[in-house]
């Protein structure tokens, strides 16, 4: 390889060239190639007469996953190699939009006959490469976000029962290999029962670890969650970041992630590679958690959802179809839309109002220490964002301001009356026991009869239904929809249809009722049925819930 400058080009002052050399790539020796390296780009050019255009690749290293040298095992090679990943978003053949596909360039350096000079040359471009891509930080909604420390520590948990049993083979066929290129040692931890995962981290030893990573569907994240926070240090716990890859059914959070990206939808496989490919980067960000009040079990946290009638009834119908994957939801859905249920109970809850929303935008536009002391995260920050919808209270026909939702009488509410007193986590400050009044400036809903009730944190419900459109990972707010009775099966099919793409908010549905919350309250009539919390079925009965904004932290790319 020829070391020298390259002469300056037309962006030699935005993206100034910082290395150039000259390459062969493995396969072809004779072919020789000119690479440059910008601060925010690869480039590499092939030395030859036809025009610098056709022969002229640029790659992005927002793209870059990681790089490496090394010498090759013929010991009488006396070059060095240098291998760069990306995974760039290229145009499906079919369908709209793009996916991440990996791409492998190789190049070899032979430009000294000492093989520990040349191997010298390739790990300072190895090096730079990775400091340049590193570097590539996104902006996302106007706010910087932090870093994982490097290298990062992952203890990878896998259910290898989730969705169709094939979360090991995923592992084996992207995620491994993902994570070897990008330099991120991680240890791999297969869940043998329910509730593993949760008394695993309930009592490990958080120093080992800079980040705890999924591989699963929605249900393995509930366990972690409450295991941290079932914690005596669950204030430092849970700031551990925490990450998703898609290995079942739902993949709920997963597909939040991905569209919180800014990128196309995609299913499946598509998604497990763009999920991977935002843990490598490991950029951090806040996450909402959602506490659960119910009426002997111990409190919960949430992270995705509280559903009861229709949608959890499916999601818990549906159970038996599984070995078909996602696809389990709409074979649940066509069959309880065929014997369409009405569910009896007393809805209320208290508005997410304007002047709430601003107050703690601006209590969280702070900078916050993504780590803790204990897990060796480095230095970097975080800012948190209010909500992008202003103002906060946004509802949908029967706004709380209708006719078809009342006030309650005025109750005082004191501290020592808090539902929470003397429970682990944080405490909740809205939430009164179950069997006391609610507070005066609660709203309650006048309809007792409903087809579904269901709170939302996070943009998707599923990997293809975005039920929540406006959501982001941390805006402070239960987005809390109910479908009254009296809806028809064609009606809630269209309904269901236009979620798929985060469009049922305008079908114009007089029976669906959508509006921002802070917290809530369920009562309902019927002795039995089902309400789920993140999709695991929990304890029928009243049940209340509020947010607490920010309370987790998220590696979402």
């Known amino acids: 390889m020829d070391q020298r400058r390259a002469e ?78 990306l995974y760039p978003l290229r145009r499906r053949w079919v369908s709209s939009g793009g996916s991440r596909q990996r791409a492998e360039h190789c190049f070899r350096l032979e430009a000294l006959q000492d093989p520990r000079a040349n191997l010298e040359e390739a ?38 029962q989730s969705g169709k049993g094939q979360a090991l083979t995923l592992y084996n066929n992207h995620i491994q290999r993902m994570l070897n290129e990008a330099g991120i040692p991680h240890t791999l931890v297969i869940t043998e029962r329910q509730n593993h995962a949760r008394e695993l981290v309930r009592e490990a030893d958080l120093s080992q670890w800079d980040a705890l990573v999924i591989m699963s569907g929605d249900g393995l994240l509930f366990e972690v969650i409450n295991g941290l ?13 925490l990450g998703i890859l898609p290995g079942g059914s739902g993949n709920a959070l997963a597909a939040s992630i991905h569209h919180y990206s800014g990128a196309s939808p995609v299913s499946s496989e598509e998604l497990l590679v763009s999920c991977g490919f935002l843990l490598c980067k490991g950029l951090v960000s806040r996450m909402d958690l959602v ?6 079990s111990p409190r919960l946290f ?52 304007e002047d709430y929303n601003n107050k703690e935008g601006l209590r969280n536009n702070v900078t916050l220490h993504c780590n803790n002391q204990a897990s060796s995260l480095g230095p970097a920050s975080v800012l948190c964002r209010p909500s992008r919808d202003s103002p906060c209270e946004n509802t949908f026909h029967n706004s709380c301001h209708s006719n078809n939702s009342l006030k309650v009488r005025r109750t005082e509410s004191t501290p020592s009356r808090s539902a929470t007193k003397s429970l682990p986590g944080p405490p909740d400050s809205l939430l009164l026991p179950l069997d006391q009044p609610l507070p005066s400036d609660w709203v309650v809903v006048q309809e007792e009869d409903f087809v579904l009730m269901l709170a939302m944190y996070q943009s998707h419900l599923a990997e293809d239904l975005m ?41 114009n549905c007089q029976h669906l009722v959508y509006t921002k919350v802070r917290a809530l309250r369920l009562e309902p009539y019927s002795p039995k049925g089902i309400i789920t919390v993140d999709g695991e079925v929990v304890e029928y009965g009243p049940v209340q819930a509020e947010v607490h904004r920010g309370l987790a932290r998220l590696i979402s790319g």
């Open 8 to 85: 300056p080009d037309r962006n030699s002052i935005t993206n100034p060239v910082s290395l150039y050399g000259e390459f062969t790539v493995t396969g072809n020796r004779k072919v020789r190639y000119a690479v440059s390296l910008s601060e925010r780009e690869l480039i590499v050019q092939r030395l030859t007469s036809t025009p610098v255009g056709r022969n002229k690749l640029v790659l992005s290293l927002k793209d870059c996953v990681g790089c490496r040298s090394y010498r090759a095992e013929d010991v009488a090679d006396p070059a060095a190699y240098l291998a760069v990943y």
């Open 123 to 160: 790990e300072k471009w190895a090096r730079a490469i990775r400091e340049r891509s590193a570097r590539q930080r996104y902006l996302r909604d106007g706010v910087l976000m932090s870093e994982l420390s490097r290298p990062c520590r992952m203890m990878l948990l896998v259910n290898p």
């Open 229 to 241: 926070l079932e914690r005596p240090d669950w204030e430092e716990a849970i700031r551990t970041p």
């Open 291 to 296: 506490s659960i009040h119910l009426s002997s």
């Open 302 to 353: 949430s992270f995705l959802s509280l559903a009861w009638g229709f949608v959890a009834d499916v999601d818990i119908e549906s159970e038996k179809y599984r070995h078909v994957g996602a696809a389990r939801f709409t074979v649940g859905t066509l069959i309880r839309l065929a014997s369409l249920r009405v569910y009896k109970g007393k809805l209320a809850y208290l508005p997410a109002t």
């Open 467 to 507: 039920a929540a459109p406006g959501a982001t990972a941390a805006d402070g707010v239960i987005h809390l929809f109910y479908v009254k009775a009296g809806i028809s099966r064609t009606a809630l099919l269209k309904l269901f249809l236009a979620m798929e793409k985060g469009a049922h908010l305008a079908t």
